[in-house]
T-cell receptor, first 113, second 113 residues
Framework: ETGVTQTPRHLVMGMTNKKSLKCEQH?????MYWYKQSAKKPLELMFV???????ENNSVPSRFSPECPNSSHLFLHLHTLQPEDSALYLC????????????FGPGTRLTVT | GENVEQHPSTLSVQEGDSAVIKCTYS??????FPWYKQELGKGPQLIID?????GEKKDQRIAVTLNKTAKHFSLHITETQPEDSAVYFC????????????FGKGTKLSVKP
């Protein structure tokens, strides 16, 4: 489908669990992004990594912890989440110095019970 | 910061008709205007984009027009087909954040056979 893959595609977790989302891009890009997509809300940018360094954190609660070990992989570690954190979590990649085209993965549908 | 407004939020057309979705933005320095299509269960996919040095770009049945003076750009889909049914998002670059995009709230397009 695209050059960006995400696992798992679906995840159900309790509020006390710890889980991780994984993203991998095969496009040779040097920037990766995490977005949150809730019902009836626009895409909310959470984190940006450029050349494996976090360059942006949009006031995301500390229960979300990103990790970027190299330019092809991005993780989102989750712990003690709240039911309102249930959403579709999308990963994207691009070339950081423009021309801005971002390519998205299929997303992970997260349900917090 | 940059602001992007997208209208309408929902659009229903008969197969074969045309569909138009419009976005307005606030930053006159914006120079890149992409449109994304998101089908059910998938991540957004870039379908067409335009840069500020041209007023119109066409790719088969889809086109994007840009009016820099009025600060708006539109997605045009002609001869709509049921497979065009999806949510469409516009985006503009985030001022001061190289590579970041700000997305509109989306338009749910339904094409009735």
């Amino acid at each position: 489908e695209t050059g960006v893959t995400q696992t798992p595609r679906h995840l159900v977790m309790g509020m006390t669990n710890k889980k991780s989302l994984k993203c991998e891009q095969h496009l040779g890009h040097n920037a990766m992004y995490w977005y949150k997509q809730s019902a009836k809300k626009p895409l909310e940018l959470m984190f940006v990594y450029s050349l494996e360094e976090r360059v942006e954190n949009n006031s995301v609660p500390s229960r979300f912890s990103p990790e970027c070990p190299n330019s092809s992989h991005l993780f989102l570690h989750l712990h003690t989440l709240q039911p309102e954190d249930s959403a579709l979590y999308l990963c994207a990649s691009s070339q950081r110095d423009g021309p801005y085209e971002q390519y998205f993965g299929p997303g992970t549908r997260l349900t917090v019970t | 910061g940059e602001n992007v407004e997208q209208h309408p939020s929902t659009l229903s057309v008969q197969e074969g008709d045309s569909a138009v979705i419009k976005c307005t933005y606030s930053d006159s320095a914006s120079n890149y205007f992409p449109w994304y299509k998101q089908e059910l269960g998938k991540g957004p996919q870039l379908i067409i984009d335009i840069r500020s040095n041209v007023g119109e770009k066409k790719d088969q049945r889809i086109a994007v027009t840009l009016n820099k003076t009025a600060k708006h750009f539109s997605l045009h889909i002609t001869e709509t087909q049921p497979e065009d049914s999806a949510v469409y998002f516009c985006a503009v670059p985030s001022r001061g954040s190289q590579g970041n995009l700000i997305f509109g709230k989306g338009t749910k397009l339904s094409v009735k056979p």
